[in-house]
Structures are given as structure tokens and as C-alpha cells.
T-cell receptor, first 111, second 114 residues
Framework: SQQGEEDPQALSIQEGENATMNCSYKTSINNLQWYRQNSGRGLVHLILIRSNEREKHSGRLRVTLDTSKKSSSLLITASRAADTASYFCATDKGDTDKLIFGTGTRLQVFP | DAGVIQSPRHEVTEMGQEVTLRCKPISGHNSLFWYRQTMMRGLELLIYFNNNVPIDDSGMPEDRFSAKMPNASFSTLKIQPSEPRDSAVYFC????????????FGQGTRLTVV
């Protein structure tokens, strides 16, 4: 069964706007990661945030983690058409390296 | 490194036939994962190996599915006999392991069972 649920399921925005995706999970975690998947391709790792961190930045990406609410958000600032993809959160529990993925958000950025 | 390599990229087979999917993880990675992706069920973890040993196969749907990792550089996922509902994209991924869980994915095998 999937650990995480993401919302929205789909998001459409214009280039230059910010995109925010949310992930909720069910059990305690060690790390939470975000991945990107272009159509027909494998997933690509974007960023990892540890359970003792609250916020992390990487380029135009900003990730927050609230362990009390068991939720995370991914913000993509100044979006580009090339950001069009599906975005997934994934969690691991720390006792194993098993990585469980959420349901994903499909992002469409219009030029 | 060339990344995680999966073969074949596409497979079309008839119901009842045996299907074998192959994966070469990144050299030095100790954890290997097989995932299945469908529109209905999303990305499901089928089985997870660590140091070539199956650690968790609770996601394997039925006895028709089996996976092996005979050495650190090769893994297979076999479906016998295949059924139309097995049609999906199957991904292999690897990570360093031991708490270093950033996963690297292959390009996937798109399986169609007719």
C-alpha cells in the first residue's frame, strides 16, 4: 500500500507562476524525498529532507516538512514549461531502506 | 556510470507466456527495488533486496511473480504465467543503502500482455 497521498492530483499554471504540491503520509519517517517523472521516463531524485529538518532549498525548489502533521510541501518558484512532469513524494522509515511513493501530482506549465 | 539499466524497454507477450525483466543496478549500490506503475494503482513497491538478499517481498502480487538477485550486478523479475492485468510499466531502482536512500531509477520496461 502507498505511504503517501499527494494533492492536488493535477495542477495547471502559467510560466512564471509558483507551483505548490502537498504530500501527506501515515507513519513515522526517517527521510522524505521528492522525485520528478517526465512522461515515459523513470523517476529522477530532486531533493531529500530529513525528519529533523523543517525546510530545505535547492535552486528553484523549496521543501518543507511538518512531522507533527505528517505532511510535506514542494514549492517550485518561477515555473517553466520544462517543469511539466509528475512529482512524487517518497518516504523511508529508517529501519530499512524501503522507499514508498505517494500518488503523485501531475503539473502542467503553459508557456 | 551508465545508471540503472533495464531490459527490454518494451515487451508484448501473449497471456500465459513467461516474461522475464532484467535489471543492472548502479555499481556499488547495495539496495535494489522493483516497482510497478499503473494509472489505477500508481507506483507500487513489489520487492526490495539488500546485499542481494530479498528483504521485503510483501508487495509481490501473487505466486506468479518471482524475483532473484544472483549477484550484485543483476536482478530479474519473472512473471509466469502472465495475465493481461499484469500490463504495466515495471521499474528497477537502486540506492547505496544503509540509510542512504536516494534512489536511481531505470527507464522502465513497458509490459503489455494480450
Amino acid at each position: 500500500s502507498q505511504q503517501g497521498e499527494e494533492d492536488p492530483q493535477a495542477l495547471s499554471i502559467q510560466e512564471g507562476e509558483n507551483a505548490t504540491m502537498n504530500c501527506s503520509y501515515k507513519t513515522s519517517i526517517n527521510n522524505l524525498q521528492w522525485y520528478r517523472q517526465n512522461s515515459g521516463r523513470g523517476l529522477v531524485h530532486l531533493i531529500l529532507i530529513r525528519s529533523n529538518e523543517r525546510e530545505k532549498h535547492s535552486g528553484r525548489l523549496r521543501v518543507t516538512l511538518d512531522t507533527s502533521k505528517k505532511s510535506s510541501s514542494l514549492l517550485i518558484t518561477a515555473s517553466r514549461a520544462a517543469d511539466t512532469a509528475s512529482y512524487f513524494c517518497a518516504t523511508d522509515k529508517g529501519d530499512t531502506d524501503k522507499l514508498i511513493f505517494g500518488t503523485g501530482t501531475r503539473l502542467q506549465v503553459f508557456p | 556510470d551508465a545508471g540503472v539499466i533495464q531490459s527490454p524497454r518494451h515487451e508484448v507477450t501473449e497471456m500465459g507466456q513467461e516474461v522475464t525483466l532484467r535489471c543492472k543496478p548502479i555499481s556499488g549500490h547495495n539496495s535494489l527495488f522493483w516497482y510497478r506503475q499503473t494509472m489505477m494503482r500508481g507506483l507500487e513497491l513489489l520487492i526490495y533486496f539488500n546485499n542481494n538478499v530479498p528483504i521485503d517481498d510483501s508487495g509481490m502480487p501473487e505466486d506468479r511473480f518471482s524475483a532473484k538477485m544472483p549477484n550484485a550486478s543483476f536482478s530479474t523479475l519473472k512473471i509466469q504465467p502472465s495475465e493481461p492485468r499484469d500490463s504495466a510499466v515495471y521499474f528497477c531502482a537502486s540506492s547505496l543503502g544503509s540509510g542512504r536512500t536516494e534512489a536511481f531509477f531505470g527507464q522502465g520496461t513497458r509490459l503489455t500482455v494480450v
